[in-house]
């Protein structure tokens, strides 16, 4: 039986084939072949440890954190892109997630979707949020019962990681599923 030539998986010189699985050109490119797959196997095994580590090492803290970024983003995607203050367009530029009620204010509204929009920076940042305005459009939005609730005093809403992971979980799902159709 004649056997074809191959072009050698290490060093890319074509060689004519000994045997039906050959996949390199001798021993020496066969030995490198190997070293070079079990330094490829260890950086993974490294990296897949080194996650597992800094999982581990992870505070409520950081997982609000991940949180919050998951939910602005979500926000920033599923809320009409104008801001929410001063109706100014904002494809094309920078903006925030804008809390109608800030979280250091009211912790358990952090993520509320009724109580975060689409906020230029002027707005959000420089003007503290352009409270009377941001009130205003959004009494518009959503009403005055919904309103009414965020502007009530909430009791704290005390998140566990496992809660927190949920929600990170929820989250990541939802912006999967918009950015299919992006």
């Not at 940042?125 to 919904?146: F, V």
Request: proline content about 3%; hydrophobic content about 30%; charged content about 35%.
């Amino acid at each position: 039986m004649k056997l074809g030539k191959r072009k050698c998986k290490n060093c890319g010189d074509v060689f004519q084939k000994e045997r039906p699985l050959q996949s390199v050109c001798g021993f020496n490119c066969a030995n490198e072949l190997v070293k070079t797959k079990q330094k490829k196997d260890s950086a993974t095994a490294w990296k897949a440890k080194k996650a597992r580590v800094k999982e581990s090492l992870k505070t409520l803290g950081d997982y609000k954190k991940d949180l919050q970024y998951y939910f602005n983003r979500w926000i920033r995607l599923t809320k009409e892109k104008v801001c929410i203050s001063c109706d100014k367009n904002l494809e094309g530029t920078k903006y925030d997630a804008s809390h109608y009620r800030s979280v250091g204010s009211n912790p358990s509204l952090r993520y509320e979707p009724d109580n975060v929009w689409n906020g230029c920076v002027r707005c959000n940042r420089d003007l503290h949020g352009n409270l009377i305005e941001y009130r205003k459009r959004l009494l518009i939005k959503i009403g005055k019962e919904r309103l009414d609730f965020l502007e009530q005093e909430q009791p704290p809403k005390k998140y566990t990681i496992d809660e927190i992971k949920e929600l990170i979980k929820l989250y990541k799902l939802k912006l999967k599923e918009i950015e299919s159709y992006i």
